[in-house]
DNA sequence: ATTAAATTGTTAATTTATAAACAAAAAGAT
DNA sequence: ATCTTTTTGTTTATAAATTAACAATTTAAT
């Protein structure tokens, strides 16, 4: 099955947030353009990416939440899920580990690492913490596909050769150091002040 | 003057931060192509980013390090600086605060704001932390024109709205809620769960 | 029953974003 | 001096993403 388009995925990603919520709220249908309002999307573009993805809905009644959830599920959810580990438990480490528990099971923050003794060898928020020296071990141990690095810029790039040398396959990167990795880990990165710059820029007249 | 492509903007943001680094490690000039590199983007785009901006470089030799950064700030830059608010000081918040502090002098944190006591009426990291109901003349009197909002998401449309009547321009939303603005608010909204299944999808096969 | 309104699904058109192509200029080599 | 190489700046072409258009279907109203 092919890939589909990077904004697509994004997409889907937003609404099974929104979805999940919904279903929480115990709606059981929605609208395309009661989706596209809470995304500031049009409502061509959300039926356009339920189309991508193989998904229908019922003729002036909408989709069904629990039903789209589940498709969504089929295509961002990984069989028996994906293992991810958190380099770094700083405040955002700890903010991301926080916001990440519970709320993807196919998504399992199974281990985090820091060089301080003050955290290592102990558990933060459920999660054992472990010395970044055994990255290699536990990596392979825990079957660790994703990694997010939110060291200090200084230790990003060791950091990430880490992580590659220990066989991940995908990194979320947050230092402030654009990082380079072969062509078989694919790479994310994301910097707030550039989020902050643009709300700055088109923010003004 | 009419504004860039938001694309254009955020690597023109990107772009800044690589220059900074360049500068600080004594770099005189940089060519599109190591520019490139450093973010995955071709050479092309980079030239046309920065004709877009309208600077120019010298050929055979690559943009002057130091006045493309110029250059840049008089695109992203307001004349005298943007202030700017956070809503939520938790872990989130503070991480952000720390993040911004001393990295980008036009964007400037004025002021932090929480509804926890042992917050509200001191210092964290050199930046007052005042009570949330505040915000209507802290806003006003500290010309407050940016907001970013990491308070729990069930605060998250409330604080909007507070921020907004207090007059505010701009708002980045990290929480988990989708938010709704009038016209004239530019708003941008980040999800690390998004980020993290776009690199689960695209890591695997 | 018939008509009107609302909504999905899909194709076509448009717009935006990226990449390719190449002329012009500068630096260095012969 | 002349030629070759490298790199910028800009135009043209291609590709990707978004929006518009509309048929098909369902529900509800008359
Ligand atoms: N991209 C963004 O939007 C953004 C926002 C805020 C912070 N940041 C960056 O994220 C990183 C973390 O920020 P923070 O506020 O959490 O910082 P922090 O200082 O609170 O946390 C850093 C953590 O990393 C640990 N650490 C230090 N060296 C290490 C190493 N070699 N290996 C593993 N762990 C190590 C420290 O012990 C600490 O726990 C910094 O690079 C910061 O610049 C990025
Ligand atoms: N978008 C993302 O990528 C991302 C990542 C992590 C966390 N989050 C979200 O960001 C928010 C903050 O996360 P956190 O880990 O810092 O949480 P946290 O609990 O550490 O911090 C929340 C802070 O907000 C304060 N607060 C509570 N109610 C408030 C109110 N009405 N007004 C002002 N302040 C109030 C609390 O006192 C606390 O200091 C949460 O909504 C979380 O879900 C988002």
New interface residues.
Partial sequence: MG?LP?KT??RL??YR??LI?CMNHGKEYIYSHELA????KTAVQVRRDIMLMGFSGVQRKGYKVKEMIDAIGR??D?KNG?N?GIVGI???G???L???TG??PK?RVVAIFDVDEKKTGREINGVHCYHVDTIPEVVERENI??G?ITVPPEFAKETAEGLINAGI????NFT???L?VPED????E???????????????G
């Fill in positions: 890939k990077a995925v994004e990603s937003e947030r929104t919520n309002q809470f995304h500031h295509i961002l990984y994906q991810v700083g405040h955002l700890t903010a991301i926080q916001y990440f709320k993807r998504l596909d994703l997010i396959r995908g990194i979320l402030t150091v654009p380079n880990v694919y790479l994310e994301y910097d707030m002040i550039t989020s902050l710059e643009k709300v700055a820029y088109f923010a003004r």
